[in-house]
């Protein structure tokens, strides 16, 4: 297929990738129809540039990372060429539902994110999709584009996460302008070309239920079983299995959230990727000065997301997306008796959320205290260390990375973590007990060190140090994004050149506020 496209011309390599996308394929979600789709191009970028370039994500592609220098790279991934591609081949908004904030929100849909197609490189395929590209029908009030602040969070967070090894989608390219946004000032436009297997949300299931659809509720799961989870189709209820997956995968995930002390911000329901990846980066952030109610989202009045509530909330989550899968469960009985055993499935299948996460944060938890076996007071002796954590206001991320000095022989040796502690005596006191279970382990300190090493970053994206690039970025100089992408792409190497990205957040980073403004 070609576009020849008549009022841009793209390079051949770029016109290659333009091909790709709009090319139909078997089984991709942009098959599934109207019903679950708008197709439109990308509302026109007055004169765009690249603003940051992961070549990690270009390589899963295939794409060379000199993609990035080609002059029309930016008119590409602006989505400024779509504008000449075919109507079957026109980038799709599709549409879902949603719980925000715990309510009932209705129809939702890509306000703002269109998808481009697939990409299939060494066996695999990813959809690659633009946030921020323009008004589509379900913009709603919105103008249907991002910010480059909120852009380059999102590109440096998701590849950030990719790189601690948590599920996520992940970013291509943040592509800028200087066509001005309003949001609480004048800002200007960006847009991230994100990359994921699927895009597909718990509301996307939500939605068709609330419609009474049950045919495109059908298909839907059919794709993401077909696509994703094709053992599912072995089970007697493969709906069913769909929903332990997705119970599963969203376990584990908020067990690596809480275990490196990422808060999403916004977990709506529509903010919930059926696959367990973490979607949608808006107002989150990192825990720096321990505090388990800590909130992100300054407009989270509640704290509803509040860091020690994800795994709850998440579960409630989970508990939505089962009620829209209850049309497609319960077997093949008469209505009656189908609609009381649906409801038995769903509630056995979602308790399933409690008996995995629990074990997998413990393990996480055992690990990041360097404890390769299990013992009964395990559990107690992290909870402790929380509990002083929070009393002193201790760093999350230099609290673990620095429990890797401590020797389990000698209680007067390395102080850095003793040192984020103000009550000394309370820190040396659950160090004792920390030492004395350290010498039931077989390992020594160095080998033990190194396994911790693995495990707790020493590398974050902290709001500040983010903040840092987006000031830069405002000012046209992006090396700082490119400098910190760099950075937190080896998050547990020790990095002695960046030691500064390790530091504690100076005392400005406080008045720091993110918000769902984006
Ligand atoms: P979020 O809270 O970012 O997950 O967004 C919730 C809903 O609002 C989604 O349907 C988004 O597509 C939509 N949305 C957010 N910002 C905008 C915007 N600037 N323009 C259009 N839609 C938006
Ligand atoms: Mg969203």
Known sequence: MSFSPSSSTLSASMQAIADGLGSPRDGAFAQLGSRFLTRLPAAPLPAPYVVGFSADTAALLGLEP???????????????????WPGDALPYASVYSGHQFGVWAGQLGDGRALGLGEI?????????????????????????????????????????????????????????????VRREEMETAAVVTRVAPSFVRFGHFEHFYSNDDTDALRMLADHVIDRFHPHCREADDPYLALLNEAVHSTADLLAQWQAVGFCHGVMNTDNMSILGLTIDYGPFGFLDAFDANYICNHSDTQGRYAYQRQPQVAYWNLFCLAQGLLPLLGGPHDEAVRGERAIEDAQRVLEGFKTQFAPALEARMRAKLGLENER????????????IM??????FTLTFRH??????????????????????????????????????????????????????????????L???????AKEKDFSEVERLAAVLRR???EQPEHDAYAALPPDWASTLEVSCSS
């Open 120 to 180: 299939e490189h060494a066996g695999r395929r990813y959809e690659l999709q633009l946030k921020g590209g323009g008004r589509t029908p379900y913009s709603r009030m919105g103008d249907g584009r991002a910010v480059l602040r909120s852009s380059i969070r999102e590109y440096l967070c998701s590849e950030a996460m990719h790189h601690l090894g948590i599920p996520t989608t992940r970013a291509l390219c943040v592509i800028g302008s200087d066509q001005p």
């Open 466 to 472: 983010a903040e840092t690039a987006i000031r830069h």
């Open 66 to 84: 000199s993609v990035a220098d080609e002059p029309d790279f930016a008119e590409l991934f602006s989505g400024n060429t779509t504008r000449d």
């Open 376 to 387: 009964p007071g395990d559990d107690a002796l992290a909870n402790r260390l929380f509990s």
């Open 403 to 464: 429990l890797a000095r401590i020797s389990k022989h000698d209680a007067s040796g390395d102080t850095s973590a003793r040192d984020l502690f103000l009550d000394r005596p309370a820190f040396d006191a659950w160090a004792n007990d920390y030492r004395a279970r350290l010498s039931e382990e077989t390992r020594d300190d160095a080998t033990r060190a190194i396994a911790m090493n693995r495990v707790n970053p020493r590398f974050i994206l902290r709001n500040h």
């Open 491 to 493: 998050p547990f190497d």
């Open 390 to 395: 929070q009393a002193n206001r201790a760093d």
